[in-house]
């Protein structure tokens, strides 16, 4: 076998490149920057080719640098799991859960109570955030996310179509309309980062590069902003549902059908006995 590299150098590098930071890994990893640096130094000297260089105030890969990081990313995950599966066997293991916190709260939350009822055996850890996650390198079982798929490298189910829908508080008086250019003089709620609700309310008549819009940073944000009467929101038909039931939004405008989803995405037979019976479970409440 060819000499391998120090194995705190390759951690170090991982680290260094997966956070764009010298600093951030030396946090990461309890050691100080000048041990990251020095980390690098010395795997550049075993390639003998450079493998991150400064980019402004962070680091950025080179071509063998990215080939390189892929590979530790890849194979750190695995020991990570590994090592996690064998610690955990014999226990009641969390099936652990990412999903976004719109999601989380507007439907998932509303349910889970069914969950517990019926498996309370199976504990569930529920880890909300916007940002993609790596099943493998976080320990996830399995993640929901909005989009239309199919995603590489993992495996998506269909959860719940996701049809758009308009909404405003009743204080506002609005009415049902039959097309968006009707609410052209409404005050429009985004949250999040989904550009194609632009997209979707021009197709469906609003002239949206004119409309007067705020753009909050997530969509629970932009739903309590307007269940509190501060303008019109497009959401996932599928997180208003309950508010439109209770009475807190009036519904104005929807789509009947919507090649959008919520999937529920898990890596390729890697689901353990409790993550399948909760995501038999999803699949039920949906």
Known sequence: MDHLPSLASLRAFEGAARHGSFSAAARELNVTHAAIAQHLRRLEDHFGTPL???????????????????SLTEGFALIHSGVRALTEQGKSRPVRVSLTPSFAENWLMPRI?????AHPDIPVEISPSISLTDLRRDGIDLAIRYGIGPWPGVEAQVLT??????????????????????????????????????????ANGLD?????????PTGNLANQAARAGNGV??????????????GHFTLLYSEDESPLAYHIITLPGRASANAQTFIKWLKRAA
């Open 52 to 70: 991150m260089h400064r980019a402004g105030r962070g680091m950025a890969l080179t071509p063998q640098g990215e080939a390189l990081a892929a």
């Open 113 to 117: 109570g069914q969950f517990w009822s």
């Open 161 to 202: 179509t996701a049809p758009n829908a308009v909404v405003a508080a009743p204080s506002l008086g609005l009415k049902p309309v039959t097309t968006l250019a009707d609410l052209q003089d409404q005050h429009w709620l985004m949250g999040g980062t989904r550009p194609e609700e632009g997209t979707w309310a021009k």
């Open 208 to 216: 949206f590069d004119a409309a007067r819009k705020t753009q909050l």
């Open 233 to 246: 929101l497009i959401s996932p038909a599928t997180l208003v549902e309950q508010d439109i039931k209770s």
